[in-house]
């Protein structure tokens, strides 16, 4: 069975740090491209950050510029998300998503998430 | 950056509806349109990728429509199970990508 699986997430201050793994089984990870999406409480789906399947592509929305560093060890089967500078409007739930072989067609496998809270 | 925006925000229907959700992009995207659903507590879920093509395990009653900017999903005969919020989703920026703000569907 295809499964990815966060964990990480917490309670840190303002200004403080946190690292998110994602745990995939069930596909050739390094095959495929992944993401983390974010949503605040009550709030919609905003895009963090990408990295391609090798690990030597990555991308970031404006909000994670700067502050957040995605990467993946391909021999664990795992994806990170170290987040640096934490900030109240960070909070959230994480979610790790499997991309599409074709990139442009999607996200068809998520995690169930991890909540993260910065709060002093 | 691309802009996404959905309409209606929120929508009652009731079991048996046809139910349409639009999405606009800020400016042209191809096909290049994603639709998820997700329900209260739950990761989202591909329903429809390339504006019109049904995600594997999808039930044949959604469908999508579009292309350039304006985009629809449409859902012919709503059943009790597809009560939850619609996101869509460009990916003509890929790696980038841009979700609209959802579409709530509530029991009328």
């Known amino acids: 069975e295809v499964q990815l699986l966060e964990s990480g997430g917490g309670l840190v201050q303002p200004g403080g740090s946190l690292r998110l793994s994602c745990a995939a089984s069930?596909?050739?990870?390094?095959?495929?491209?992944m993401s983390w999406v974010r949503q605040a409480p009550g709030k919609g789906l905003e895009w963090v950050s990408g990295?391609?399947?090798?690990?030597?592509?990555?991308h970031y929305a404006d909000s994670a510029k700067g502050r957040f560093t995605i990467s993946r060890d391909n021999s664990k089967n795992t994806l990170y998300l170290q987040m640096n500078s934490l900030r109240v409007e960070d909070t959230a739930v994480y979610y790790c998503?499997?991309?599409?072989?074709?990139?442009?067609?999607?996200?068809?496998?998520w995690g169930q998430g991890t909540t993260v809270t910065v709060s002093s | 950056d691309i802009q996404m925006t959905q309409s209606p925000s929120s929508l009652s229907a009731s079991v048996g509806d046809r139910v349409t959700i639009t999405c606009r992009a800020s400016?042209?995207?191809?096909?290049?349109l994603n639709w998820y659903q997700q329900k209260p507590g739950k990761a989202p879920k591909l329903l429809i990728y390339?504006?019109?093509t049904l995600q594997s395990g999808v039930p044949s009653r959604f469908s999508g429509s579009g292309s350039g900017t304006d985009f629809t999903l449409t859902i012919s005969s709503l059943q009790p199970e597809d009560f939850a919020t619609y996101y869509c989703?460009?990916?003509?920026?890929?790696?980038?990508?841009?979700f609209g703000q959802g579409t709530k569907l509530e029991i009328k």
């Open positions: 998503a499997k991309e599409r072989s074709l990139r442009n067609y999607g996200m068809d496998v």
């Open positions: 400016q042209t995207i191809s096909t290049f």
């Open positions: 069930g596909f050739t990870f390094s095959s495929y491209a």
């Open positions: 390339a504006a019109s």
């Open positions: 989703q460009q990916s003509y920026t890929t790696p980038l990508y841009t």
């Open positions: 990295i391609s399947g090798s690990g030597r592509t990555t």
